[in-house]
């Protein structure tokens, strides 16, 4: 059974940084595709970024694009994000999600492909 823990969320000015850590277990996070997926109360799940277990290769939603980084430590079982220039838009519940396996592109944004999911961690951005 693959578990993933979620942390770093926090109360945060506009401006400011967030990293975010998943820490998984129960499987190797080196044959797991990754995704960040963020939900605001009353709106749906959203992509916020992803990463494949094969290579270095990135995905990002196009609101947090050069503002935001994915990235795995595979030896630690940690996936990251890095959370520049928050703005009060990011407010949101933060998830980390997982799929055993490869993900078309084209699958890779969309929430129902991912098969694992934590807790959660919410994040704030506000004066």
């Known amino acids: 059974q693959v578990q993933l823990a979620e942390s770093g969320g926090g109360l945060v000015q506009p401006g400011a940084s967030l990293r975010l850590s998943c820490v998984v277990s129960?499987?190797?996070?080196?044959?797991?595709?990754m995704g960040w997926f963020r939900q605001a109360p009353g709106q749906e799940r959203e992509f916020v970024a992803a990463t494949r277990w094969s290579s270095s290769h990135t995905f990002y939603g196009d609101s947090v694009k050069g503002r935001f980084t994915i990235s795995r430590d595979n030896a630690k079982n940690t996936v990251y994000l890095q959370m520049n220039s928050l703005s009060p838009d990011d407010t949101a519940n933060y998830y980390c999600a997982a799929r055993p396996g490869r993900l078309v592109q084209s699958q890779i944004s969309y929430a129902r492909h991912y098969e694992y999911w934590g807790q959660g961690t919410q994040v704030t951005v506000s004066t």
């Open positions: 129960g499987r190797s996070l080196s044959n797991l595709e």
